[in-house]
């Protein structure tokens, strides 16, 4: 499955390249592909297919409105009833009830857990694949409570944890398989669990 994910990465990564005009690598400027941020509208960037211009959207407001603000019921907007979600740890769910389960955890712990920005954000030239990577930003204030049971204290340290998601979209313009990536042992390290 690890394998998987790593072709798919690569392939991602072709795929967009191979998408670009012939001969303008200056198309990968960040010009190119403007970040977005919380209450700002997305950027209008000439040239763009226009559903991957809307899965774009679509995944701003995921993340700075459906997720940032816990609106869950919303959360089908941009998710597939049957959606797969690959996680950092190797871990995988299927479906949005199990899904909304796995996302959940950030708030018991960091009650003002948020995305606030979307730095890079693309895609392939049909929609079909974006990638975008943003920031979660909280403050571990409650405790947490791992799966083993093991509760740890919090410290009222601040994290500013990059992430990224890889989003496979289907005709209905919803992600049927998700891939997330962010480093927990850097989250642990910025809320001071460990050094």
């Known amino acids: 499955m690890k394998n998987r994910g790593i072709n798919i990465v690569t392939l991602l990564g072709l795929v967009t390249l191979a998408s670009l005009p012939t001969g303008s690598m200056a198309a990968v400027k960040?010009?190119?592909?403007?970040?977005?941020?919380?209450?700002?509208?997305a950027p209008a960037i000439p040239g763009m297919p226009e559903t991957l211009a809307k899965n774009l959207r679509t995944f701003d407001d995921l993340d700075f409105r459906v997720y940032t603000e816990q609106k869950w019921e919303d959360l089908h907007k941009s998710h597939a009833q049957n959606i797969i979600v690959h996680y950092p740890d190797g871990?995988?769910?299927?479906?949005?009830?199990?899904?909304i389960k796995e996302l959940k955890f950030m708030w018991t712990f960091a009650p003002d857990n948020r995305i606030t920005e979307h730095p890079v954000r693309f895609g392939t030239a049909e929609g079909e694949w974006t990638s975008v990577m943003g920031y979660l930003d909280g403050t571990f204030t409650k405790p947490m409570v791992l799966a083993d049971g093991k509760v740890i204290q919090p410290t009222g340290k601040a994290y500013h944890l990059p992430m990224a998601t890889l989003g496979h979209w289907n005709k209905e313009g919803s992600m049927?398989?998700?891939?997330?990536?962010?480093?927990?042992?850097t989250l642990m390290q910025q809320i001071g669990v460990t050094q």
């Open 30 to 41: 960040q010009e190119r592909w403007p970040g977005t941020g919380v209450n700002k509208p």
């Open 91 to 99: 871990h995988t769910t299927i479906g949005i009830p199990d899904h």
């Open 176 to 185: 049927s398989e998700e891939y997330l990536f962010w480093d927990n042992a």
